[in-house]
């Protein structure tokens, strides 16, 4: 609580307590506020009765926050900066830009953690790794603690649809939850250089703080996407599931001074799916939230899959096909699998 929102309690000396029974230490996020209190009730006058005393201590929120365009991204310093307001605040996130690298994990190369500092105030690690590593990191070995909460982004532009498979912002909070932590990725519907993370940051600092309160189901994220309009054109916040929409991918062809070819990545966004979902909603102007949980099983499918009869014991690819043409019409694979093509 911000030192001008505190209500101290004074009471009058009774039995030889100080007068002073209201005591706040340093107002300091990453300390508990420690609080004391006379807890029973008032006599004549207003005065306490007794001179018996409460103590409690508040202990506020470590936050772990990453992301994937990089530690010294503006929406990474937005969101830190609003979170304050929430907990004490640790970053780890990527030494470089890490966009669209998914869920990797650096396995065959050393990892570094580099103390890093935002205008010569020390703010956490700067990762060579990806935004699953700098989470997973942070967790096992460079904080002191678990952090409460795992919150990932401010995105320079929106995680919807199919873009959840790519996103790293998304899977550094994916990270958070397989490590048994609550997370939160955001992400800001705009690429543009001089984007304006001002309001983003709010939204992100009162989600953590629902958040911490509500809690969530062990493995379930929660995704989402701020429009990229002005805050008072913003028509209020929605729930709603993934869009269908895709990528319409293509490969510019380019040459490089050695008259190589190389291959640049480019495309257009096609929106398709319901109008309650994530795409459609920003579009509209609404914030946009969406649970994400990473149990991949398709569960209609898997009972689907039983009734083919294609279950066994034994060896599960017999040397001709002629078994598999025994369930529910599926055609034989006459495939030899001895030498697969």
């Known amino acids: 609580m911000p030192p001008h929102q505190r209500q101290p309690i004074y009471s009058s000396a009774r039995n030889g307590i100080p007068p002073v029974l209201a005591f706040w230490l340093s107002y300091d996020p990453s300390r508990p ?73 650096t396995v065959a190369l050393p990892l570094r953690a580099t103390p890093h500092y935002w205008d ?88 953590a703080q629902v958040v911490t309160q509500r809690k969530l189901p062990r493995g379930v994220l929660l995704n989402v996407n701020i429009p990229a309009i002005p805050e008072e054109q913003v028509k209020g916040l929605r729930v709603v599931p993934q869009a269908e929409s895709y990528w319409d991918d293509r490969y510019e062809v380019r040459q490089d001074p050695m008259d190589r070819p190389y ?32 149990r991949l099983t398709d569960e209609p499918m898997l009972a689907e899959l039983k009734n083919w009869a294609i279950e066994s014991e034994g060896a599960v690819f017999p040397a001709t096909g002629t078994e598999a043409s025994a369930g529910n019409g599926v055609a034989a694979d006459t495939t030899n699998r001895s030498g697969m093509r």
């Open 33 to 105: 506020i420690i609080r004391f209190r006379e807890c029973c009730p008032a006599g004549a006058g207003g005065s306490p009765s007794s001179t018996s005393v409460d103590f409690t201590v508040e202990k506020k929120p470590r936050i772990l926050v990453s992301n994937d365009d990089g530690i010294d991204s503006p929406g990474i310093r937005a969101l830190a900066t609003a979170l304050r307001q929430v907990g004490h605040v640790d970053v780890a996130a990527p030494d470089k830009p890490q966009s669209a690298v998914g869920h990797a994990l």
């Open 120 to 207: 010569g105030e020390r703010i956490g690690w700067a990762v060579s790794g990806y935004p699953a590593d700098c989470v997973k990191l942070a967790v096992k070995h460079l904080l002191p603690e678990p952090p409460d909460l795992v919150v990932s982004g401010i995105n320079h532009g929106r995680n919807t649809a199919v873009s959840l498979i790519y996103s790293g912002t998304v899977s550094a909070a994916t990270e958070g939850t397989v490590l048994g932590i609550p997370s939160i990725a955001f992400s800001l519907g705009d690429f543009s250089p001089t984007a304006d993370f001002t309001y983003a940051a709010k939204v992100a600092a009162w989600f």
């Open 263 to 294: 291959y640049w990545l480019a495309g257009e966004h096609v929106i398709l799916g319901p109008e309650e979902s994530d795409d459609r909603m920003i579009d509209a102007g609404y914030v946009t939230v969406t649970p994400v949980h990473y």
